[in-house]
């Protein structure tokens, strides 16, 4: 069935430092990948998204690649900065079941 | 308003009682989306509407949960006959186009305790 597999949490990093999440993701069909931020006390964001495959999205200095033949979608960010601290979902929409399919969420916490 | 708005934030109830959750979305979204997200999980999909027609209620866990969008703007989740499991964050979100490739925007949630 389809569901979204990511790194778990909690991961902090150190101010600067190199990030990757990754994801993974099983679906029938050609889903549309998703990222969505989800900083404290606040709701559910997207961050960038990616309809097809090889596109990649970005937004924020966040990168995210559509990897159709390793069905992944990792989040990297090459400098992370305090203000990053958030809970990050990987999450796809099936066309065939028309419903998005999210992660459990991976918490980051970045240190100065 | 600007965003999605859920009231109410908070909602705490004794187990039986039925409750009522409600959503606004951004004005002129077509498509209203509710989810349900336990602590430390995503967010799971319940149902969603084109409109005021339902078009998938497929994520309702049982026949206890309904949702209705009667004029295509406002919506309303139901639960009856509440029990401790039903305990969790209801999310809402909201799509400005039909399909679900496009950007949802969700509301802050309501945090239903049932005792």
């Known amino acids: 069935g389809n569901s979204v597999t990511q790194m778990e949490g909690p991961v902090t990093l150190s101010e600067e430092a190199f990030l990757t999440i990754n994801c993974t993701y099983t679906a029938t069909g050609y889903p549309s990948l998703f990222w969505y931020v989800q900083y404290p006390g606040e709701g559910l964001q997207l961050l960038l998204k990616a309809t097809k495959a090889d596109d990649k999205g970005s937004n924020k200095g966040f990168e995210a690649t559509y990897r159709k033949e390793t069905t992944s979608f990792h989040l990297e960010k090459g400098s992370v900065q305090v203000s990053d601290s958030a809970v990050y979902f990987c999450?796809?929409?099936?066309?065939?079941?028309?419903?998005?399919?999210f992660g459990t969420g991976t918490s980051l916490t970045v240190i100065p | 308003g600007a965003g999605v708005s859920q009231s109410p934030r908070y909602k705490v109830t004794k187990r039986g009682q039925d409750v009522a959750l409600r959503c606004d979305p951004i004005s002129g979204h077509v498509s209203l989306y509710w989810y349900r997200q336990a602590l430390g999980q995503g967010p799971e999909f319940l149902t969603y509407f084109n409109y005021e027609a339902q078009q998938d209620k497929s994520g309702l866990p049982n026949d206890r949960f309904s949702a209705e969008r009667p004029e295509g703007s406002i919506s309303t989740l139901t639960i009856q006959r509440t029990e401790q499991r039903d305990s969790a964050m209801y999310r809402c979100a909201s799509s400005s186009r039909l399909g679900g490739s496009n950007e949802q925007f969700f509301g802050p949630g309501t945090r239903l305790t049932v005792l």
């Open positions: 999450a796809f929409y099936s066309n065939t079941g028309n419903q998005f399919y």
